[in-house]
């Protein structure tokens, strides 16, 4: 399975990087998946050429088939003025509106204090659903003091469950059932009758 982890962290080294990194060694403990890890910091430059000139440059072009190809994807943004930052909505307004319809997942953040916490029901689940992914119940926020802090463990593994989840289940095919008939309606209804 390919998971793919979309970090928006500007800094190096980045708190949002090593939540994503975290959430994917989660994910990967659960179930094997390749994880490939997109830097938005890398790509600034080209995101901005592609809304100028309409075209992705080689590694934005790469990263989008990254993660519209993914089986799962990790979201995690710094909060800039109470949202997700500009370069995290920018990369995914470059990608088609539909290529995430149905892709699994999980939504973080990272922040200052905990109370930009709700970033992630005020922002970042509304962005995603609009464009039409399953997103996993529990999304993780992590401010400074929750690292290292009881329960943010907690909250990477719970997440991490219901991606791997929403992964295996969508990627494994449907047993097929050798004994399922389709009976028109108007016989069904007649068998009743008789019947009864």
């Not at 994910?27 to 000139?53: C, G, K, P, W």
């Not at 989008?64 to 979201?75: K, R, S």
């Not at 992914?133 to 907690?154: H, I, K, M, N, R």
């Amino acid at each position: 399975m390919k998971l793919v982890v979309v970090s928006a962290g500007l800094r190096v080294p980045s708190s949002t990087r090593l939540l994503g990194d975290r959430l994917a060694a989660a994910v990967d403990r659960q179930t094997a998946a390749e994880v490939q890890v997109v830097e938005l910091r890398d790509l600034a430059v080209e995101i901005a050429h592609n809304f100028t000139n309409g075209f992705p440059g080689r590694k934005l072009s790469a990263a989008i088939d990254a993660v519209t190809g993914a089986d799962g994807l990790i979201v995690v943004t710094p909060v800039f003025s109470a949202s997700y930052s500009g370069l995290f909505k920018s990369f995914f307004d470059v990608i088609d509106k539909d290529a995430l319809a149905g892709k699994p997942v999980l939504i973080a953040a990272t922040g200052g204090t905990a109370r930009h916490s709700l970033v992630l029901e005020h922002a970042l689940r509304p962005l995603f659903a609009h464009l039409r992914a399953v997103v996993v119940p529990t999304g993780v926020y992590a401010a400074s003091e929750d690292w290292g802090a009881e329960g943010l463990d907690g909250r990477i593994e719970r997440a991490a469950g219901e991606l791997t989840a929403l992964m295996t289940g969508l990627s494994a095919a449907a047993p097929v059932k050798d004994d399922f008939e389709v009976v028109p309606f108007e016989e069904r209804l007649a068998a009743l009758r008789t019947a009864g």
